[in-house]
């Protein structure tokens, strides 16, 4: 069986559905359940015994000892992190307790569990570290992509916080000689997306008839990936990845966020017009920028490609409208999860900039 942190979350929760749905192969599932944990999303795996569901923390040692002592799982995929860059901004002390000593204290039940592994046991056994491709930093307009060579330079407490991790899953190979990868993936969008991010936030603001909040200028640059193909990519990376090797993850779809927000207006015109029929870019309000904020990230994929043969499958268009679709098709998902602590978030996050918003 494979063990996964973080399948709670939205890439997470992603990728153990697709497992269940792809594979035989149980699947445990650790997570801390967070503000952005929600099972909710795995409700379709009601009664499947082959999904086992722990909540916990994976800094818990003790915890995270006896379940692979229990399950004796052949492969660890870490998505579980705190993830968003602004509340990074705001309150840095839990991304370094998860990303850092959490990653850290994961490494070492994994080392230990891992050394007293038969030969062939050790041999097969992975380590797969989900990470971002924040932490290379921000690359100027005419810039190329991030290759996996490209030096590490975060600048966010969360992407430093991401960086670490990183280096000290490289470490754990290098020293120990654990068994591992590591994937740095662009920004993803699609199903389960807790609405704090650019793209859920403003599907749920436009709906409400709030204002969609665009930081600084909108110029930034971002490369989207639709999240089901984020899981294929891990899923090839698992498969085939060569031990100790790196490997960027990206859609080859560079865009603005203004252009971001202008397609989800048209598209949400189309297949929920406004009731005054207006478009929905009416809406948008360029609010505070964001400090530090990073200008620009792209992708080159071709190691992923070449190697594995992993290309993503949808289109920023395709992949955005079936976004849009699944909003519209999950309003009860997500008036749930815009209850409680993320009320609390975004008088936190937007008092300042604009108060309609709220
Ligand atoms: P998310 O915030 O939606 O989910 C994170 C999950 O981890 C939640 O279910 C949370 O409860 C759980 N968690 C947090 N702290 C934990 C802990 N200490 N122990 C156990 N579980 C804990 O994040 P996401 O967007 O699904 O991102 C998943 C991973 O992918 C992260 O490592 C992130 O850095 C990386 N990543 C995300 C993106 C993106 O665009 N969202 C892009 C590239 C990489
Ligand atoms: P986000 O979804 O938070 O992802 P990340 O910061 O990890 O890239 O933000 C995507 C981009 O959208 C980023 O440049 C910040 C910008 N943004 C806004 O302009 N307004 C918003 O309300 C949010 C949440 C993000």
Not at 110 to 122: C, E, N, T
Request: aromatic letters at 10%.
């Amino acid at each position: 069986m494979i063990l996964v942190t973080g399948g709670a979350g939205f890439i997470g929760s992603n990728f153990v559905l697709d497992w269940r749905r792809l594979s035989d192969e149980p699947v445990v599932n650790l997570d801390k359940l967070t503000y952005a944990g929600n099972l909710d999303n795995l409700a379709s795996l009601q009664g499947d015994r082959r999904h086992v569901f722990v909540r916990g923390d994976i800094g818990d040692s003790a915890l995270v000892d006896s379940l692979l002592n229990e399950y004796r799982p052949r492969a660890i995929l870490n998505f579980a992190a705190e993830s968003h860059v602004d509340r990074s901004i705001h309150g840095p002390a839990d991304f370094i307790e998860t990303n850092v000593v959490g990653t850290f204290r994961l490494l070492e039940s994994v080392r230990s569990y891992w050394s007293k592994l038969g030969a062939s046991g050790k041999s097969d056994f992975r380590f797969l570290h989900v990470s971002t491709d924040e932490v290379y930093g921000s690359l100027l307009p005419d810039e190329a992509p991030f290759t996996e060579e490209h030096p590490y330079q975060p600048n966010s407490p969360y992407s430093a916080s991401k960086a670490s991790s990183d280096h000290l899953v490289r470490a754990y190979h290098h020293t120990y000689g654990l068994p591992v990868l590591t994937t740095n993936c662009s920004n993803n969008y699609g199903p389960w997306h807790f609405p704090e991010k650019l793209i859920p936030l403003c599907i749920h603001n436009a709906l409400g008839g709030r204002a969609l909040p665009i930081y600084g200028d909108g110029q930034q640059v971002r490369d989207w990936l639709y999240v089901g193909d984020h899981c294929s990519a891990i899923r090839h990376v698992l498969a085939s990845g060569r031990i100790g090797e790196t490997y960027n993850i990206g859609g080859l779809n560079e865009k603005t966020n203004l252009s971001v927000v202008q397609l989800i207006c048209s598209i949400l015109n189309e297949l929920k017009p406004r009731a005054d029929g207006k478009s929905y870019a009416e809406q948008i309000t360029f609010v505070q920028d964001r400090l530090g904020h990073d200008r620009r990230y792209a992708i080159n994929a071709n190691k992923i490609r070449e190697e594995l043969n992993w290309a993503p499958a949808e289109t920023f268009e395709t992949g955005l409208r079936k976004t849009i679709q699944w909003n519209l098709d999950h309003s009860a998902w997500v008036s749930r999860v815009t209850s409680g602590d993320y009320k609390n978030w975004i008088d936190i996050q937007y008092q300042s900039a604009a108060p309609e918003i709220r």
